[in-house]
């Protein structure tokens, strides 16, 4: 789950219409999905990541760190859940980059690096937007097309990722199939597999964590090494940052 930073709000004091953040959410991250990471050209929304139908969050149904960018699969998995984000590891304020693992078969895993209360935070946010969720275990078969759906699209950005490594690897100084490979991820989305996959080629993630809008800023990657800083830097010191 890609680490981000949103930066300060583009206006001063909160939005009439929330609706109205969603082109500088878009500049600043791009059109991928907080959760997810899919790259998703329409139907992408502002989430509130304290739901804004639950009385208690009223004041924050404005607010421009109250944001992020979501699909409609999250969205409708998160729903009017009460996120207390203390039990929670959210991408603007925790390095949610060292905090899962992602496999070449679909899964996600909470990292094993974690520490116990820290697992529990990110198993709680795989859960909050069904990200654990596989095929077989949804409940209805909407559920199941959705599940089967991000699994899908999750093995698929691996293979390309994969395929994009091995045309790489003999040419390696090759700035055009470099900038090609930039902007196939970026096509691609799903920001962690390409890092992933990428593991042991350090200028390649270093490209890849300055492409993606808003992941340099956030601070959790080592500059020399790309490796995940911990706990995040949470430059903004927004509420309940810094967990992992």
């Known amino acids: 789950m890609?680490?981000?930073?949103?930066?300060?709000?583009?206006i001063n004091g909160d939005f009439k219409n929330y609706r109205d953040a969603f082109p500088h959410l878009a500049q600043k991250l791009g059109l991928y999905c907080s959760y997810c990471e899919r790259r998703i050209a329409t139907g992408l929304a502002v989430e509130h990541i304290q739901p804004k139908a639950l009385p208690a969050y009223k004041h924050l149904v404005g607010n421009w760190q109250n944001f992020l960018l979501a699909c409609i699969n999250c969205n409708a998995s998160k729903g009017d859940t009460d996120v207390v984000l203390a039990n929670h590891l959210i991408p603007d304020r925790d390095n949610t980059s060292a905090a899962f693992h992602y496999l070449a078969d679909?899964?996600?895993?909470?990292?094993e690096r974690l520490a116990p209360q820290a697992k529990v935070q990110a198993q709680a946010t795989l859960t909050l937007v069904a990200l654990d969720r596989?095929?077989?275990?949804?409940?209805?078969?909407?559920?199941?097309?959705?599940?089967?759906?991000r699994f899908k699209q999750r093995?698929?950005?691996?293979?390309?990722?994969?395929?994009?490594k091995q045309r790489l690897a003999p040419q390696p100084d090759n700035e055009a199939l470099i900038a090609t490979v930039i902007d196939l991820?970026?096509?691609?989305?799903?920001?962690?597999?390409w890092m992933q996959v990428f593991a042991d080629d350090v200028p390649m993630r270093r490209r890849l964590i300055q492409a993606f809008g808003g992941t340099l800023d956030s601070g959790c990657f080592d500059p020399q090494t790309t490796q995940p800083m911990h706990p995040a830097p949470n430059p903004d010191r927004l509420p309940d940052g810094g967990k992992a």
């Open 106 to 111: 679909g899964r996600i895993e909470v990292s």
């Open 185 to 193: 991820a970026l096509a691609t989305g799903f920001f962690s597999i």
């Open 2 to 10: 890609r680490s981000i930073r949103r930066g300060p709000s583009p």
């Open 155 to 164: 093995i698929d950005a691996w293979l390309q990722a994969q395929q994009a």
């Open 134 to 149: 596989r095929s077989a275990e949804a409940r209805n078969p909407n559920e199941r097309l959705v599940a089967l759906d």
